[in-house]
């Protein structure tokens, strides 16, 4: 079975730009959450979407959205970006929402914003 | 959802010894799980213990939990090199669905 891919692998963007980021997860599973993680502040969670629904969300800026579609694939997008915003960002699948699931973690994405 | 607290920060130990990491949280839990994260990439599930066990063992990782203490920790033997990476523990909180991630252990295994 196939795990979590997210594409692209890196990426370099000017202030000001948008960027999406893309992440499939593993076949059958439902849910997607996503993380941002930068040196200082840990990893640190975004949003979690479940059967194309925003389930979760963290504590980030509304420049920071999500969506989900039909065929469980999310894409993560930020606009305006800032030079705060360079972290590597990941993506976990889960099953289902069942409690006592794990989750499955793509390489994630490398965003260096200049 | 709540976050787990891991101490030490840091630890840095000799090849063949124990790594023990720990993990505190606050609230009621489901179950707590630990991650591996090796530089720069994904983590990778380790150990899920459930909130009515004690001890877990998986291969060289023994993991206890108390939630009377509302603690956890894992236990890596006989250390290698190759268990150099920072390590996360993550409490599902009975209320909530989403697993919330700590600052995390870094381990260093020194050949």
């Known amino acids: ?114 | 959802s709540q976050q787990g607290e891991e101490d030490p920060q840091a630890l840095s130990i000799q090849e063949g010894e124990n790594a023990t990491m720990n993990c505190s949280y606050k609230t009621s839990i489901n179950n707590l799980q630990w991650y591996r994260q090796n530089s720069g990439r994904g983590l990778v599930h380790l150990i899920l213990i459930r909130s009515n066990e004690r001890e877990k063992h998986s291969g060289r990782l023994r993991v206890t939990l108390d939630t009377s203490k509302k603690s956890s920790s894992l236990l890596i033997t006989a250390s290698r090199a190759a268990d150099t990476a920072s390590y996360f523990c993550a409490p599902l909180g009975t209320g909530g669905f989403k697993t919330i991630f700590g600052a995390g252990t870094r381990l260093f295994v020194k050949a």
């Not at chain 1, 000001?16 to 997860?25: A, D, H, K, N, R």
């Not at chain 1, 065929?71 to 970006?81: A, F, G, Q, Y």
């Open chain 1, 1 to 114: 079975k196939a795990g979590v891919t997210q594409t692209p692998r890196y990426l370099i963007k000017t202030r000001g730009q948008q960027v999406t980021l893309s992440c499939s997860p593993i076949s059958g599973h439902r849910s997607v959450s996503w993380y941002q993680q930068t040196p200082g502040q840990g990893l640190q969670f975004l949003f979690e979407y479940f059967s194309e629904t925003q389930r979760n969300k963290g504590n980030f800026p509304g420049r920071f959205s999500g969506r989900q579609f039909s065929n469980s694939r999310s894409e993560m997008n930020v606009s305006t970006l800032e030079l705060g915003d360079s972290a590597l960002y990941l993506c976990a699948s889960e099953k289902d929402g069942a409690i006592n699931n794990e989750q499955y973690f793509g390489p994630g994405t490398r965003l260096t914003v200049t």
